[in-house]
């Protein structure tokens, strides 16, 4: 038992991503790449508590028919030397993926946190006309299981609707 104790500190010594950690909002960009079909209203941080800060934003969607084709793409960029692609860079069908959260891993990791701060938490078409996300931070859990080591990163959101990429959300933060 001794020496499973010892396994365990060393391991957690030389690499930094195995211990408790947490991932801190820095920065929140917001950007509309039609302004057509989307309009960001709000696109901020809030400090909620010591080292917890939430992320908010409303968007207003100016497309009248029900939307039931949206794709979502998540990069994440770890800062060195600027900010460079740290793997991933992934697309996913949101419309399917809804249906299916638990197929694609990644995205996963995110789930729970993001559909317990908004109201767009359900599968396709979305009727709204405002998307809104409000109070949103990463559970333990989420933060636990993101294979990223300590550092700065910028996680990118893009959003497209009928294959047209739609909106852009950067989201800049650091684990530790």
């Given at each position: 038992m001794r020496l499973l104790e010892i396994f365990t500190l060393l391991l957690a010594a030389l690499?930094?991503?195995l211990r408790a950690s947490h991932f801190r909002f820095t920065n929140l960009e917001c950007k509309s790449l039609d302004a057509d079909f989307v309009e960001?209203?709000?696109?901020?941080?809030?400090?909620?508590?010591?080292?917890?800060?939430?992320?908010?934003?409303?968007?207003?969607i100016k497309y009248g028919p029900p939307i039931d084709k949206i794709?979502?793409?998540?990069?994440?960029?770890?800062?060195?030397?600027?900010y460079r692609l740290f793997m991933v860079n992934h697309t996913v069908d949101f419309c399917y993926y809804m249906r299916?959260?638990?197929?694609?891993?990644l995205f996963?990791?995110?789930?729970?946190?993001?559909?317990?701060?908004?109201?767009?938490?359900h599968?396709?078409?979305y009727t709204e006309k405002d998307i809104y996300v409000r109070k949103m931070?990463?559970?333990e859990r989420a933060v636990r299981d993101m294979p990223l080591p300590e550092g700065e990163y910028k996680l990118t959101v893009s959003v497209g609707a009928f294959n047209v990429w739609r909106l852009q959300?950067?989201?800049?933060?650091l684990r530790g």
């Amino acid at each position: 038992m001794r020496l499973l104790e010892i396994f365990t500190l060393l391991l957690a010594a030389l690499c930094p991503c195995l211990r408790a950690s947490h991932f801190r909002f820095t920065n929140l960009e917001c950007k509309s790449l039609d302004a057509d079909f989307v309009e960001v209203k709000e696109c901020y941080l809030k400090l909620v508590r010591r080292n917890v800060v939430a992320m908010n934003s409303h968007l207003v969607i100016k497309y009248g028919p029900p939307i039931d084709k949206i794709q979502f793409n998540l990069a994440i960029f770890r800062k060195s030397n600027g900010y460079r692609l740290f793997m991933v860079n992934h697309t996913v069908d949101f419309c399917y993926y809804m249906r299916r959260p638990k197929q694609y891993p990644l995205f996963y990791i995110f789930h729970e946190s993001l559909m317990a701060a908004t109201n767009a938490n359900h599968s396709c078409p979305y009727t709204e006309k405002d998307i809104y996300v409000r109070k949103m931070t990463f559970n333990e859990r989420a933060v636990r299981d993101m294979p990223l080591p300590e550092g700065e990163y910028k996680l990118t959101v893009s959003v497209g609707a009928f294959n047209v990429w739609r909106l852009q959300v950067n989201v800049y933060g650091l684990r530790g």
